[in-house]
């Protein structure tokens, strides 16, 4: 059974750090991109990462310069790298890829 279990999420003060880690059972994870998401309460889900197979990065722009997505093929483990955070970036994150469903997600909760 394919499965995705995001990770690492806390409460942090404004311009701290924190790495969440996404990791995967039940697939070959380089052989995909791995895309994390973020909702907000009240929001709509939005997407902050991806990760391609051959390790392209790319980012929405009200997080670039700040996070960094990463992969440890060995360990079928998918990383956000989240420095800089601010109060807009809380919210639960969650991992996803084309072939699995969304997972409960890890919440990150950015206030002083």
């Known amino acids: 059974q394919v499965h995705l279990v995001e990770s690492g999420g806390g409460l942090v003060q404004p311009g701290g750090s924190l790495r969440l880690s996404c990791a995967a059972s039940?697939?070959?994870?380089?052989?995909?991109?791995v895309n994390w998401y973020r909702q907000a309460p009240g929001n709509q889900r939005e997407w902050v990462a991806l990760?391609?197979?051959?390790?392209?990065?790319s980012y929405a722009d009200s997080v670039q310069g700040r996070f960094t997505i990463s992969r440890d093929n060995a360990k079928n483990t998918v990383y956000l790298q989240m420095t800089s955070l601010k109060v807009e970036d809380t919210a639960i994150y969650y991992c996803k890829t084309s072939i699995t469903a969304w997972g409960q997600g890890t919440q990150v909760t950015v206030s002083s």
């Open positions: 990760i391609t197979s051959s390790s392209g990065t």
């Open positions: 039940g697939i070959i994870f380089s052989n995909y991109g």
